[in-house]
T-cell receptor, first 113, second 111 residues
Framework: DVKVTQSSRYLVKRTGEKVFLECVQDMDHENMFWYRQDPGLGLRLIYFSYDVKMKEKGDIPEGYSVSREKKERFSLILESASTNQTSMYLC????????????FGDGTRLSIL | LAKTTQPISMDSYEGQEVNITCSHNNIATNDYITWYQQFPSQGPRFIIQGYKTKVTNEVASLFIPADRKSSTLSLPRVSLSDTAVYYCLVGDLSNDYKLSFGAGTTVTVRA
């Protein structure tokens, strides 16, 4: 079974802090994704990566950056956290080629005070 | 990306069959239809995927008519634990990374 593990289930940080969210997958998937989920807005794609050191912007990349130094690990970075980044963050991965559904972690609920 | 429309909510009772229809009028030739289930405080979980006709697995069935402009997820004999949000996604999973999760359908199963 595919396992996508996010480092924290709950996280509380302060405005202006640099925040790191980590995600690890154990199925050798090429693609990895970061989403945020907010009530009434569904899931919105922040960034995705299709290979080590490769990344592409999703729909809402502003205020975020990502890092993929190893195939199994994809990090989301909030450069200077703001209260409007309080949200549920979800990591996903899948294999390249059709059709390959994305497999999600359980999410990190991040609160910025 | 094909836009999808599905009901905001549905209520059901234990033991009943639940059918959720998703409209996707602009589906493209290479697009697949994928359904996810999400419980509170968890990430979405893949349920089923199809291209045409009918697909069945141990959890659900997916019915896709010939024109592929809609699809219906069928959950047989639901239980309280099937209460969740169900998302319909349409896209070419090999090339289209920007899958769009809409608001989904909140299914509430009552005893």
């Amino acid at each position: 079974d595919v396992k996508v593990t996010q480092s924290s289930r709950y996280l509380v940080k302060r405005t202006g802090e640099k925040v790191f969210l980590e995600c690890v997958q154990d199925m050798d998937h090429e693609n990895m994704f970061w989403y945020r989920q907010d009530p009434g807005l569904g899931l919105r794609l922040i960034y995705f990566s299709y290979d080590v050191k490769m990344k592409e912007k999703g729909d809402i990349p502003e205020g975020y950056s990502v890092s993929r130094e190893k195939k199994e690990r994809f990090s989301l970075i909030l450069e200077s956290a703001s209260t409007n980044q309080t949200s549920m963050y979800l990591c996903a991965s899948n294999r390249q080629g059709a059709p390959q559904p994305q497999h999600f972690g359980d999410g990190t609920r991040l609160s910025i005070l | 990306l094909a836009k999808t429309t599905q009901p905001i909510s549905m209520d059901s009772y234990e033991g009943q069959e639940v059918n959720i229809t998703c409209s996707h009028n602009n589906i493209a030739t290479n697009d697949y239809i994928t359904w996810y289930q999400q419980f509170p405080s968890q990430g979405p979980r893949f349920i089923i995927q199809g291209y045409k006709t009918k697909v069945t697995n141990e959890v659900a069935s997916l019915f896709i008519p010939a024109d592929r402009k809609s699809s219906t997820l069928s959950l047989p004999r639901v239980s309280l634990s099937d209460t969740a949000v169900y998302y319909c996604l349409v896209g070419d999973l090999s090339n289209d990374y920007k899958l769009s999760f809409g608001a989904g359908t909140t299914v509430t199963v009552r005893a």
